[in-house]
């Protein structure tokens, strides 16, 4: 997808169309909306299966895609508005979401700092660590939660002495700012309802990690009068969001969002509204599952759409084997790919020699 590919002014989107007052909150485009929805027909057929669905986030911006982007808007909007030059964030040394910032960040002439956490090593967590050093990130390691904290707390230290004091993003980007952006989204897959793109999902299935984008689409559904339930199938055990958590989570983005539109309606879901599911994780974060490598094979043979193991194709393993039981199989499912399908060879050149990076991390590689 080209660099230059449309994006979504603010007054075009589903949630500002619905509450025009939330024009005023501050966003850094990033994304071309609505992202398409299609039918997984012949995965259906293949598996013997009911009504699939996807909704193709993977699609959703022109430098990064995935569920990534859509927080990262707001958070980056939000923190150039406080003035800020630059913005912190955490995640594994594998992280989407801090390889995302960067990337985004850059975009909006900040800089990026990333503390992150040891992971399973893969191929693709050490091209990701690469991309993160080619895309200009300050990197930082620690070895456990509490070294994060005392790396960033250091870090933000710094920061402040130098008179440019960081925003700090949390890990996933999920806040009450950056969960607006699955609000708006809830809201954008209930006009393509009404618009007779898709049926009303009974289900919408998405990897739960840190928790924005699921209590995102629970506020947005409530929001948008869509009766579908969310399914979060857990992909993180580190500091795995709760359901009440979540809820927590959907208040605070309602509370900020009615602050600026005070017409919004207190409809905050209950923790009840979303269904967590565990038991597709595997051994830790970011381990692969034999499950999760079949149903990457699967959408990828059948639809041409690819997945990656520590989030998306877990959640699709989920969904195959639901959608073969009651009551699942005689419902509409729809299947939330949060995996970006840029290009990011195209977007940013050949990876860097791994010596390049910070010597903490040559372990990784050596």
Known sequence: MPLAAARTPTAELALVRRFPSLARLPRHALTDLPTPV???????????????????????????????????????????????RGVMTFGGIGTHHGLATAICARDAGLQTVLVLLPQPVTEHVRHC???????????????????????????????VLQGQPLAIIPAGGSSAVGAIGYVN????????????????????????????????????????GLRSRVVAVLVT?????SAARLSRLARATLRRLRRVAPEIAPVTPPPT???????????????????????ERVLLDEEGIALETTYTAKCMAA???????????????????TYSSVDLSVTLGAPTDWRALPPPFHRFFS
Do not use: M
């Open 319 to 337: 969904l195959l084997d639901l959608a073969a039981r009651p009551p699942y199989r005689e419902q509409t499912l729809l299947f939330w790919n």
């Open 273 to 295: 509204d979303v269904t967590i599911l565990g038991g597709y994780l595997g051994s830790a974060y970011g381990a692969v599952t034999d499950a999760g490598l079949a149903a």
């Open 185 to 224: 989204a809830a809201l954008e897959l209930a006009e393509q309802v009404r618009a007779g793109a898709l049926p009303e999902p009974d289900a919408i299935f998405v990897p739960l990690g840190t928790g924005g984008t699921v209590a995102g689409l629970a506020l947005g559904c409530r929001l948008a």
């Open 38 to 84: 299609q039918p997984l027909a012949r995965v259906a057929r293949r598996c013997d299966l009911g009504a699939l669905w996807i909704k193709r986030d993977d699609l959703s911006g022109p430098l990064y895609g995935g569920n990534k982007p859509r927080k990262l808007e707001w958070l980056l909007g939000a923190a150039r508005a406080r003035g800020r």
């Open 237 to 241: 055990d580190i500091l795995p969001p």
């Open 129 to 159: 660590l690469l991309l993160d050093q080619v895309v200009g990130a300050e990197l930082h390691l620690a070895n456990s939660v509490a070294g994060v904290a005392a790396t960033a707390l250091r870090r933000c230290a710094r920061a």
